[in-house]
Each structure stands twice: as C-alpha cells, then as structure tokens.
C-alpha cells in the first residue's frame, strides 16, 4: 500500500506531499493544494493511503483509496 503523507515545513508556510515519509512529490503554498494532489495521487495507484498532519506535524486525518 502506498502512503502518501501532507506535512507543512517548519513555519507551516508551505506544504509537502511525501511518498512513503522519504521522498518529496511536491511543494504547495496551501495546505487544500496539497491534499488534493495527494488524493489524486492515491486514487491513481491504489490501495493507498493519505494522512494529513497538522502544523504541529500531528495526524488529523486519514483517508483510504
């Protein structure tokens, strides 16, 4: 199962979508932006995964495909 991770940088100014925690897919200035790529990105290579953190870098939400 691919995972497919929404994390902020730092200052949460920007938004990563990660490939398995290890590779950087993209880089988005809204954190909607990020989440969706991340979901178009699930729905093409399932089974999938999508977690989307917080600025904290804590999980608010997951989402299976």
């Known amino acids: 199962m691919e995972r497919y991770t929404v994390v902020p940088n730092q200052n949460a100014t920007r938004w990563f979508?990660?490939?398995e925690d290890i590779a950087a897919l993209g880089l988005y200035d809204r954190k909607s932006k990020a989440?969706?790529?991340a979901v178009l990105m699930a729905h093409e290579n399932p089974p999938s995964q999508v977690i989307v953190?917080?600025?904290?870098?804590q999980p608010e939400e997951y989402r299976y495909f």
Do not use: K, R, Y
Not at 53 to 57: C, I, K
């Open 17 to 19: 979508v990660m490939v």
């Open 35 to 37: 989440v969706n790529a």
């Open 53 to 57: 953190m917080n600025n904290l870098h």
